[in-house]
């Protein structure tokens, strides 16, 4: 099992800067393939970013890309999603989720979710 607990979301206005963490537990190390998603009211999850750390490759959505960094911190095994240049289209429940299979860009190819933690940008 692995557990996965995120935090670091909140309420601030177009332009600021958040940084999300995602603290992972369990069967899990450095080498698994972890992503980020969303999901606002009354639309689909959907993909954020996601690394393969192994590899060295990140990858991000077209909405995101150049704004929000996503990195890992080893010593406190965490995954981090740097929210930059924020906008109101960005507010969502953010989920941190560990993949066993690909591609990294659909939902279905994780098999451990967080419980989210809301983000709201306010313009």
């Known amino acids: 099992q692995v557990q996965l607990v995120e935090s670091g979301g909140g309420l601030v206005q177009a332009g600021d800067s958040l940084r999300l963490s995602c603290a992972a537990s369990g069967r899990t190390s450095s080498s698994t393939d972890m992503g980020w998603f969303r999901q606002a009211p009354g639309r689909e999850r959907e993909f954020v970013a996601a690394?393969?750390?192994?590899?060295?490759?990140?990858y991000y959505a077209d909405s995101v890309q150049g704004r929000f960094i996503m990195s890992r911190d080893n010593a406190k095994n965490t995954v981090n999603l740097q929210m930059n240049s924020l906008e109101p289209e960005d507010t969502a429940v953010y989920y941190c989720a560990a993949a066993s299979r690909l591609p990294l860009t659909t939902s279905t190819s994780y098999d451990y979710w967080g419980q989210g933690t809301q983000v709201t940008v306010s313009s």
């Open positions: 690394a393969r750390w192994t590899f060295g490759i990140t």
